[in-house]
């Protein structure tokens, strides 16, 4: 019998939700690091680049609180909707009629920070409603979902 099918309902949303803005990220971020250098300079984007991992752990710190304190989904929910306006953002903001690499580090940082709060809700969200004898498999299944990502990563 296929695992998949007889995942609960909110997992299969998790896990479909967290491999697509995964498999956006890898696509679109290792070429930043090349986009930022050519904008700024190597030393600068280093900073930049620091910066926006730093703000990312910070903030799953405060995502594991909230998601607690206002509800999993609530956090969850609030959080993809602000990547996806980050992402469009950052898309306008490297269109033919907008060339702005401050807006697009800024998106890239608000994508971070609403990834640094949705991941914590996320996990936990797994482990609230998985029953005791599917914690293993759901969390099998997460992970490997999680580890199909790294061949759709550009090769540089």
């Known amino acids: ?18 491999f697509l803005s995964r498999f956006v990220g890898n696509m679109v971020f290792p070429f930043m ?8 300079g190597t030393a600068r984007t280093g900073l930049l680049l ?8 910070v903030t799953s710190f405060w995502g594991g ?10 956090v969850m929910v609030l959080a993809q909707l602000i990547q996806i306006i980050a992402f469009s ?17 800024l998106m890239m ?3 971070s920070v609403s990834n640094g709060f949705m991941n914590p809700a996320a996990e936990a969200m797994l482990i609230d ?10 969390s099998c299944i997460a992970s490997t979902t999680g ?3 790294f061949p759709s990563q550009p090769v540089a």
């Open 129 to 138: 409603v998985s029953t005791k004898e599917k914690k293993i498999v759901n």
């Open 109 to 111: 940082l608000v994508q």
């Open 147 to 149: 580890q199909l990502i």
């Open 50 to 57: 620091l910066i926006n991992v730093f703000a990312s752990i």
């Open 89 to 105: 953002l950052m898309t306008a903001a490297n269109s033919p009629w907008l060339q702005s690499p401050v807006l697009t580090f």
């Open 1 to 18: 019998m296929n695992p998949f099918k007889t995942l609960h309902p909110n997992i299969k949303i998790r896990l479909l939700t967290s």
């Open 33 to 40: 690091a090349i986009y930022f250098a050519s904008e700024f």
């Open 65 to 74: 609180f909230f998601s607690d304190r206002l509800g999993r989904k609530r």
